[in-house]
C-alpha cells in the first residue's frame, strides 16, 4: 500500500486532456515539493515535472503539474498514443523520513 | 554522452549478500548526489537509497536500514550498493539514479538521469 494514492488506471482519447491525482498528507505532500515520473513499458522512469510544476529540458509543455493541499495533479494536454505509459508522484515523506512514490496510474490512450 | 549502468544483479539465497555497482560517465560524479530505486515485477517504483554528491549523509528506505549500504568511490566514478541478509521481498530490477541538479545537499527525489537497471533475484 503506497502512502501517496493514485488512480491505477485511466483512459482517454487521442487529442484529449487527462488529469493524475496523487492523494496524500500534511507529512508528505503537504510539506514538500512534488515530482513525476514517466515509465514507458520496458524503458526506465523519465522525470516529466520537479518543484510541483517545473519541466526539465526537452519536456513539452502539454505536461504540467500543480498542488493544493496534500494533493498534487499532473495534467496532459493533446495526448498522444506515444504517452501512453505508466505515471508516478514522489515526494518527501516526514514520518518515516523517506522519499516516497505514489502506486502509478497506467494510462491508455485509446 | 552522460551514462548510468548498473552491474552486479543475479540469483541469491535468502540470507545471502550481493554487491551492486553504478558506473557513471559523461558528467561530473563528484558534483552530483546519486539514488537506488526498485522496481518489483509487475510493481511500482520504490525508492531505496540516497548519497549526498560529497557523501556526507545517507538515508535508506527503513525496510532496507541496517541490512543495505549505499556508498560511492569518487575515484572509479562509481557508485555501489551493498546488500546484506536479502529477502525473497527484495526481488526487484534496481536503478541507479542521478539528482538533476549538481551540489544539492538535502534530500531529493527529482533524478534526472536514470540506469536500464539491474535484476536480482532472492529465492527462499
Known amino acids: 500500500q503506497s502512502t501517496l494514492k493514485q488512480p491505477p488506471s485511466l483512459s482517454a482519447a487521442p487529442g484529449q486532456k487527462v488529469t493524475i491525482s496523487c492523494s496524500g498528507s500534511?507529512?508528505?505532500?503537504?510539506?514538500?515539493?512534488v515530482s513525476w515520473y514517466q515509465q514507458l513499458p520496458t524503458a526506465a522512469p523519465k522525470l516529466l515535472i520537479y518543484?510541483?510544476?517545473k519541466r526539465p529540458s526537452g519536456i513539452p509543455d502539454r505536461f504540467s503539474g500543480s498542488t493544493s493541499g496534500t494533493s498534487a495533479t499532473l495534467a496532459i494536454t493533446g495526448l498522444q498514443t506515444g504517452d501512453e505509459a505508466d505515471y508516478y508522484c514522489?515526494?518527501?515523506?516526514?514520518?518515516?523520513?523517506?522519499?516516497?512514490f505514489g502506486g502509478g496510474t497506467k494510462l491508455t490512450v485509446l | 554522452q552522460e551514462q548510468l549502468v548498473e552491474s552486479g544483479g543475479g540469483v541469491v539465497q535468502s540470507g545471502k549478500s550481493l554487491r551492486l555497482s553504478c558506473a557513471a560517465s559523461?558528467?561530473?560524479?563528484?558534483?552530483?548526489?546519486l539514488h537506488w530505486v526498485r522496481q518489483a515485477p509487475g510493481k511500482g517504483l520504490e525508492w531505496v537509497a540516497g548519497?549526498?554528491?560529497?557523501?556526507?549523509?545517507?538515508y535508506y528506505l527503513g525496510s532496507v536500514k541496517g541490512r543495505f549500504t549505499i556508498s560511492k568511490d569518487s575515484s572509479r566514478n562509481t557508485m555501489f550498493l551493498e546488500m546484506k541478509n536479502l529477502r525473497v521481498e527484495d526481488t526487484a530490477l534496481y536503478y541507479c539514479?542521478?539528482?538533476?541538479?549538481?551540489?544539492?545537499?538535502?534530500?531529493?527525489?527529482?533524478?534526472?538521469?536514470w540506469g536500464q537497471g539491474t535484476q536480482v533475484t532472492v529465492s527462499s
Open positions: 514522489v515526494t518527501w515523506d516526514s514520518s518515516p523520513g523517506a522519499v516516497v
Open positions: 518543484d510541483n510544476n
Open positions: 539514479a542521478r539528482d538533476v541538479g549538481p551540489r544539492v545537499a538535502t534530500a531529493n527525489w527529482d533524478f534526472g538521469l
Open positions: 500534511s507529512s508528505n505532500i503537504g510539506n514538500n515539493y
Open positions: 548519497i549526498f554528491y560529497d557523501g556526507s549523509y545517507k
Open positions: 559523461g558528467f561530473a560524479f563528484n558534483n552530483y548526489g
